[in-house]
C-alpha cells in the first residue's frame, strides 16, 4: 500500500538520509523488515521507519528533540489510520490553529482525515509514535468484526468532514505485546511474513474495537452523539442537555472535558464552525443559506462566531 502521508519539516530536506539495516543502538523500535531514514532537524533528529504492505501501511517514527518542533503532513486522499503514542505526547491542529486531538504516552485512537496539511507540535525530549494507514476495502470486508469502524469508512466515502476520531483509548497490555511481535517479526522458510503481520495488526485493531465499546457506553460519548446530530437547533445549551440526559451541569462539564479536553458549549461551536465552513467552501453555499443551517438565530452573531473561531469572516469565502 503507498503512504498517503508527507512529512514536511521547516528546518529539514526531505528525504533523509537511508539507514535502512544501520539503525542506531539507541532506536528503540528496530523492526528488520522496515525501511529507515534519519531526519537532521534544527531541533533534533528523527528516525523514520515504514513498511508498505498489501493491505495496510506501517509507519514508526522517534523523535529526540532539544527544542520544541512545530512541523506539519500532508494527506493526499482519504485515509483511515490506527495511530498509537508509544512515548511522549503529541498536539494535533488544523491550518488554523484549531486543535484537532492529543495524546499521551499509551494513547492509542481510530482516525480519519480528508486531503490537506495538518499540523502538530511535539515538546522538547524523546517521543515515539506509530500508525497504520488502513486499506478502506478491507476494512468493508470485515464489516462483522470491526463495526465500530464503520461509521468512520462511510464518512470517508462521503466527505462529510474534515477529520473525526474514534474514542482515545488507553493501550492494553494486549496491545502493546503484539505491537512489540509485530516490530520483531522477521521472515523464515516457516513464516509467511505478510500473513502474520495482517493477522496481528487484526488482533489489535479487534482489542481496541473492545476498549472503545467500553468507552462508548459510557453517557458523555451518547452526549457528544446528541451534539453532533442535534447542533442545527438554535435552542441546544448546556439546560438541554442537563434535562436531556438527567445530569447536572457541573457533571456534565468536568466530565465532557475529562474526556474530549473541551467543554460541550466549545464542542458544539466547533462542530458548527465546521459545517459552516464546509458549506461555505465545498458546498458553494451563501451566508444567508449557512447560519440557520448550523444553530444560529441571525446572520449577525453568526459573523461574530465564526470570525471569533477562524479569525475571518464569512464573507471572505465569497
Not at 466515502?157 to 492494553?172: A, F, I, K, Q, W
Not at 440526559?245 to 461551536?269: G, H, M, Q, S
Amino acid at each position: 500500500m503507498k503512504n498517503p502521508i508527507t512529512l514536511n519539516f521547516s528546518s529539514a530536506e526531505l528525504p533523509g538520509r537511508d539507514i535502512t539495516g544501520n539503525l542506531p543502538d539507541d532506536c528503540k523500535y528496530q523492526i528488520p523488515y522496515a525501511n529507515a531514514e534519519l531526519i537532521e532537524l534544527e531541533e533534533g533528529v528523527a528516525i523514520c521507519q515504514h513498511y508498505s504492505h498489501i493491505l495496510y501501511f506501517m509507519e514508526v517514527i522517534e523523535f529526540k528533540l532539544q527544542a520544541d518542533l512545530y512541523a506539519s503532513f500532508s494527506v493526499d486522499k482519504p485515509s483511515l489510520f490506527k495511530f498509537f503514542m508509544l512515548q511522549g505526547k503529541i498536539a494535533f491542529f488544523t491550518p488554523d490553529q484549531q486543535p484537532i486531538a492529543q495524546a499521551m504516552t499509551g494513547i492509542c485512537y481510530a482516525t480519519y482525515n480528508e486531503p490537506g496539511e495538518y499540523f502538530y507540535h511535539l515538546p522538547a525530549g524523546e517521543h515515539s509514535l506509530c500508525s497504520f494507514t488502513l486499506l478502506p476495502r478491507w476494512l468493508q470486508m470485515k464489516t462483522n468484526s470491526y463495526l465500530g469502524l464503520n461509521p468512520f469508512v462511510e464518512k470517508m466515502d462521503g466527505h462529510e468532514v474534515l477529520y473525526g476520531h474514534m474514542p482515545s483509548c488507553m493501550m492494553n497490555k494486549k496491545i502493546s505485546d503484539d505491537l512489540l511481535v509485530l516490530f520483531k517479526l522477521e521472515e523464515t522458510p516457516k513464516n509467511d511474513l505478510e500473513s502474520l503481520q495482517s493477522l496481528i495488526l487484526k488482533r489489535i485493531i479487534a482489542e481496541y474495537q473492545k476498549l472503545v465499546q467500553i468507552k462508548l457506553s459510557h453517557p458523555i460519548y451518547r452526549i457528544r452523539d446528541y451534539l453532533e446530530e442535534k447542533y442545527i437547533d438554535f435552542e441546544l445549551n448546556n439546560q438541554k442537555l442537563i434535562g436531556q440526559f438527567n445530569i447536572t451541569e457541573k457533571t456534565l462539564i468536568e466530565n465532557f472535558k475529562k474526556e474530549f479536553n473541551i467543554t460541550p458549549y466549545l464542542y458544539l461551536t466547533r462542530v458548527r464552525m465546521h459545517h459552516a465552513k464546509r458549506m461555505l467552501t465545498k458546498d458553494k453555499k451563501q451566508i444567508i443559506e449557512v447560519y440557520g443551517a448550523v444553530g444560529y438565530k441571525d446572520i449577525h452573531s453568526f459573523s461574530i462566531q465564526f470570525k471569533k473561531f477562524f479569525g475571518y469572516p464569512p464573507s471572505d469565502h465569497h
